[in-house]
Each structure stands twice: as C-alpha cells, then as structure tokens.
C-alpha cells in the first residue's frame, strides 16, 4: 500500500483507494515556459501514477490549464498579444516538455476559458447558501461564513494574510469584509476578455476556477488533489472551502504538495531572470538526464538546483544504458523490491534511484551471472520512467 504525505493531516498516511484512482493536478498557467519548479512537480506525480499503474489501479489524471487570470492577462498586453495567442503557444511547448521527460498525460486537459457556466453555477450555489457578498461588481466568498477555513493549511492567521498578499490575494481591499475573503467574480478591464453572467460582465477569480473544473469531470470527491506547496495557501485553502460549502460534500481525500526549486542559492522567478526552462535544457541534455538529476530530491523537500546537476544525471544516465546493454548481472528481484518500496514510503525517488544505481554497477562489474539482470535493470528503471 502506497503512504504519501497528507498535507492537511500534517503526516504521511497510507492511501486506500479503489481500483480507480482519480487525480487533479494543479497545471499551468501559460503565460510562460516550463522550468524546473514544474518539471519537479509533475514528474512527482507522474512517478505515483507509474506506481499506482503498477499495483493494477486504473489511473483518472486530470490536470488544468489556467488560461485566464491575473497572470496572463498582463503579458498578453504587455506581448501585445491576444491571451489565448499566448497561451497556445506555452501550452504547446508545455506539451512538448511534458513528453520528452516523459510523463504520463493526463486523461484529460480542461481550460478555464472553457469552463466558465460551470464557475458561475459554483457562485449561485454559494450565493444561494449564504456565503457571498457583491460590492462594485466584485464578489467575494465570506470566510467567516466557513468554520473549517484554515483547516488544509493549518496555517496562523498572520501567515495567512501574508501569503495572501504575497500570492494573488486582496487582504488590503477596504471594501472586503474580511481581509482573507476571496474573489470569486469581478468586472473585467477594457482589455479583458469578459463573460455575461447573473453576477455582470466579467471573469472568475483564480481559485473558482479548480472547483468547477474538477466538479465537470467527476462530480464527485477527488481521491488525490495537489501541485506546488506555493499552492497551499490561498489556492487550495480557497478551492477546498467553496467546493464543499457549495457542492455539499468532501472535496479531498487527500492533498499533496511538491516543494519549491531554487537555483544556486537564490528563489527562481522571472524578476531575477534565473529561470531554467526545460525547452532550454533539452537542447543539450537528454531528458532522461534531466529526470535522473530531478530525482536525486525528495518531493516534498525545498532544494537547489546546480548547473552541475545536469551534468550528474547524463553521467547516471550513461552508466544505466551501458549496464542494460549487458548480458548478465545479480539477480534483480532484490531492485525491483527495494524501488517499489522505496516509492511506496512517500515517493522516496532518491532511495529508488539509488537501487538502480547499485544494480548498474553489479552488472558493470561482471561478477554475477544471471541472464535475467539486464531486463530487470530495464524494468526498474522503467518504474521510474526511465527508458532504457
């Protein structure tokens, strides 16, 4: 049984599931390219689809693409651009990234542009219920109308308003009742795409944007919801509390987060300029390198990338397909055990690297003799993703 970090039970917990699984995975907002942050974190969840696959679980992916929001409505202007022009194009390249580092892709890709009757059907149920207020055109969900707010962070008050200032919140806004409400609908400017609604002429806030699209394809509660643990507070914090105050029932099974890529000792952002862009990467470097050098971190830790890392996974990476390019080796059962294993204790991917390591090298060594230990190699490589 796979055990993975609860993010809102603060611990790891082990995963009962039916035979099918269904997954949302947070997905990008495309108004940029893929850097390390969110090869890390989908290569996270692509390595527990991989496992759940192989434990005989039908595997329902779902992963969004936000392609309406505060993020991409500036670069479109400031490209001079159309929005969506934009966000074809990342999406495109996102795509292209996706599938050389060789992920699973998701059973489906919905667009928030695409989903808009379903955001404004959340608002009407939240409204009806009693959670919402409207000033200006703008409406907000009324926290204090939610006595579990809070309870997927566990976060204090200070640091929620914190995050909500630093992460797309409005805690300064004097017109909010509360400096932690979130907007779900507002009026869109001149030059802005805008929908009509019961509420007026505008767009949804970002954190509605989840909830209906996850509700659209199930209707039902998700077994595992994460992306980034920057994701955490507000986003999920939000998503979580207007589904079930709206839908009415539990929204989560379980939440899990990624953690957050530096490089060289300094937080990645596009404001520093040192992004390090996978479509960058992979013109010089084999992808698989790129998974290899990904996987020498935990998932859930906070980590630094090193130009030289790059140079460690294709060093990796050439002694496995030298080793599976063998005739004989130790007897891999051991391996696969210790690689399933390790990914069964909360996607340990640095043990279950380090498995595979070792059996490249028995067989580099040429002091065993099974015939078996070459495909072995392959398979447990290929548990990783890893295609040898």
């Not at 394809?217 to 509390?241: A, M, N, Q, R, Y």
């Not at 899990?256 to 404001?271: F, I, P, Q, R, W």
């Not at 862009?277 to 010089?284: A, D, G, Q, R, Y």
Request: hydrophobic share 35%; charged share 25%; proline share 5%.
């Amino acid at each position: 049984m796979i055990r993975i970090h609860d993010t809102a039970q603060g611990k790891v917990v082990p995963l009962e599931l039916g035979p099918v699984v269904r997954i949302y995975v947070c997905g990008i907002t495309p108004y940029d390219s893929t850097h390390l942050g969110h090869a890390n974190t989908y290569l996270s969840y692509d390595l527990l689809v991989r496992r759940l696959e192989d434990l005989g679980h039908d595997v329902e992916m779902v992963r969004n693409i936000t392609d309406v929001d505060d993020s991409i409505l500036p670069k479109a202007r400031e490209l001079g651009i159309d929005f969506l022009e934009l966000a074809a194009k990342e999406i495109e390249r996102f795509h292209g990234d996706m599938k050389a580092l060789n992920t699973r892709p998701p059973m489906d890709e919905p667009r928030a542009t695409e989903s808009i009757d379903a955001m404004v059907e959340l608002i009407e149920r939240l409204e009806d219920a009693g959670h919402t207020y409207t000033i200006d055109g703008t409406t907000w969900f009324d926290v204090s109308t939610a006595t579990d707010f809070g309870s997927l962070s566990g976060y204090s008050h200070e640091t929620m308003m914190e995050f909500a200032a630093e992460r797309g919140g409005t805690p300064d806004d004097p017109r909010q009742r509360n400096p932690l409400d979130f907007v779900l609908w507002l009026p869109s400017a001149d030059d802005e795409p805008s929908w009509e609604s019961p509420l007026g002429r505008g767009r949804p806030g970002w954190h509605l944007e989840c909830s209906a699209m996850s509700w659209n394809e199930w209707g039902e509660t998700i077994d595992i919801h994460g992306g980034g643990s920057d994701l955490i507070f507000p986003h999920h914090e939000c998503e979580k509390t207007q589904s079930e105050h709206g839908y009415g029932h539990e929204f989560v099974r379980h939440w899990m987060h990624t953690g957050m890529v530096a490089y060289e000792g300094t937080k990645m952002s596009k404001s520093l300029g040192n992004l390090v862009f996978i479509s960058e990467l992979i013109k010089s470097w084999d992808p698989a390198a790129i998974r290899l050098a990904l996987m020498g971190h935990h998932y859930r830790d906070d980590w630094e990338w090193f130009d030289q890392d790059i140079e460690d996974g294709q060093k990796r990476l050439d002694r496995l397909r030298e080793a599976a390019a063998g005739t004989t080796g130790p007897d891999p059962a051991e391996t696969l055990a210790r690689v399933r294993e390790a990914l069964d204790n909360d996607l340990d991917a640095p043990t279950a690297r380090d498995a595979i390591d070792e059996l490249a090298g028995a067989i580099l060594s040429g002091d065993h003799h099974h015939a078996s230990a070459p495909d072995g190699l392959r398979t447990a490589a290929g548990l990783l993703g890893i295609d040898l």
